[in-house]
Structures are given as C-alpha cells and as structure tokens.
C-alpha cells in the first residue's frame, strides 16, 4: 500500500507564491511518474503539471512559466513551486503517483486547499 502526504497550501494574495509537498511512503518497489492535479468548485479536475522519475517535465499552459514541478527520489517527494499566483489558480491540489508494488497503481493524495484572493 502508498500513501501520499500533502503539506503546503494556504490562503496568499494574488502575485505571491507557495510550495506544496507530499511525501510517498509505504510498500512499493518504485516511483514512477509523479504529478500535481487540481479541482476548483465546479469544474473538473485538470493535470497542472507532471513529472517522470528521470526528470522530465510536463505543464498545462495555464501556468507555464510560474509553476515549478521538482522532485527527490532519495526521499519519493514532490514539489510544486508556485510562483505569481492568481485567482484562478484556487482550487484544492491533489498529488498523483505511479508506483510499483506488486502491481503498477496510481495513488492520490488527501488534497490540499490552495486559495489565492484578488
């Protein structure tokens, strides 16, 4: 079984920045791709931005350019640096990974609440 812990998220004013966390711990072999989605109130979830085990990284034009993705295998966390907020950035953040354990799984993270005020 993986768990994935979230820490990070808050209520900042638009134009600043957070960092989110979260921490994979548990039975498994590897970590594979990780990710940070999101979900604002009545829209659907949608990927921010990904991230392979050798480093490659993917971003929704949305924040392209302010996000940082980042990872360390060493402790199976993930970051999402989150630079010049915006309103539009609120929702609740979900961390995502692929992990091999007996089987390939994708795990989600609790969520974490993101709020960003004009």
């Known amino acids: 079984h993986v768990q994935l812990v979230e820490s990070g998220g808050g209520l900042v004013s638009a134009g600043e920045s957070l960092r989110l966390s979260c921490a994979s711990s548990?039975?498994?072999?590897?970590?594979?791709?990780m990710a940070w989605h999101r979900q604002a109130p009545g829209k659907q979830r949608e990927l921010v931005a990904s991230?392979?085990?050798?480093?490659?990284?993917h971003y929704a034009d949305s924040v392209k350019g302010r996000f940082a993705i980042s990872r360390d295998n060493a402790k199976n966390t993930v970051y999402l640096q989150m630079n010049s907020l915006k309103p539009e950035d609120t929702a609740v953040y979900y961390c995502?990974?692929?992990?091999?354990?007996?089987?390939?799984?994708?795990?989600w993270g609790q969520g974490n609440q993101v709020t960003v005020s004009s």
């Open positions: 995502y990974a692929e992990a091999l354990t007996t089987y390939r799984g994708a795990y």
């Open positions: 991230i392979t085990s050798g480093g490659t990284t």
């Open positions: 548990g039975s498994f072999v590897s970590i594979n791709a």
